[in-house]
C-alpha cells in the first residue's frame, strides 16, 4: 500500500509517501513541502497548492491520501488557512477517485510515538527510525507528513473496514 | 459589471447573479442553491460544489466572484465545511483568472439594508425591493448570495482600487 501524508497548511503544506503494510517494514518514497508566497492572495494560493499537490499525486501515484484533521479550536487565520487547503487536497484526490481519509494529530502522534501527546521531536525521531533514514527527514515540516502516512498505513485498513461497514448500514437503513 | 455571489456551505451554496453599476438599477440574472448529500463523504461533496459552481461560472459568466468571508468563533463543524466550500469556491474563480473578493457578513447587511447587525428577514425583503422581484427570491438560502453580489457592485470598485493599490506598494518596497 502506497500512501501520500498531507499536513495541510497555505505557506507550507508537508508532503510524504510512504510504502508499507501492517507488520512489514516501511519505506519512504518521497518527501517535501508544497509553499505558496504569503503576498499572494488566497485564491491564487488555493490555485498553487493545487498544482503542487496534483504533482505529487501524479508522479507516485498513491493508493490513500492521508490528510490531518483540522479543529477550529486554535488560532482563527491559521484554522482558516488549514481547512482550505485540506479542501484542495481532498478534491485532488477525490477528482480521481483516490479515497482519502483523516486522522487527528494526536491519533497520528499515538501510531508513532505510543503516545497521543508526543512533542514534535519526539514524533521526527520515530519517522526517522521508522523509515531507517540516515538523518531527519527534510525538510522538517513534512515529517508530520511521513507520519501521518505511517499512522494510515498501520490503522487504515481497520478505519477503512469500519468506515465501509457504516456505509454499508447506512445504506441498508435508509428509510 | 457582472457579479457571481456565493454564500459558501458545504450542504447548501447559495448562488446569485446580479449585473449592475454604482448608481444604477440592479438586474438578478439568476439565482439557485448548490446542494450535497449530508451522507457522502467530504472530499465527494467538495467534488460536487465544484462540479456545481463550475456550471455557474461557466454559464452567466461573472466579471467577479464575491464570497462571503468565513470566521471561525461560530459552530466548529458550520465553520469548516464553510471555509472548506469557499476554499474551493475560491479555486473555481482562480483557475479562470476571475477576480475574487470577500465580504464579511456585516458588510453584507450594511450594503443593502443600512445596518451591518440586520436580521435574515431584513435583508431578503430588502434584495428583493432592489432587484424588483416580485416575490422573494427563491430558494431563501440564496437571497444571501444575491445579497453578497449587490453588496459586491455597490463597494466593490472601491475595494478592488484598494486592493491593486496596496498590491502595488507591496511590490515596490520589497527588498
Redesign the interface.
Known sequence: MRVLGVDPGLTRCGVGVVDGAPGRPLRMAGVGVVRTPA?D????R??AI?AGLEEWIDTHRPDTVAIER????HN?RT??GT??????A??C???RGIP?ILHTPSEVKAAVTGSGRADKAQVTAMVTRLLRLDAPPKPADAADALALAICHIWRGSATDRIAAAVART?KEY?P
Chains 1, 2 share one sequence.
Open positions: 503576498d492572495d488566497v485564491p491564487r488555493l490555485l493545487e483540522v479543529f477550529a479550536q482563527v484554522v482558516m481547512a482550505q487547503a485540506s479542501a484542495v481532498m478534491l484526490a477525490a477528482r482519502v447506512r435508509r
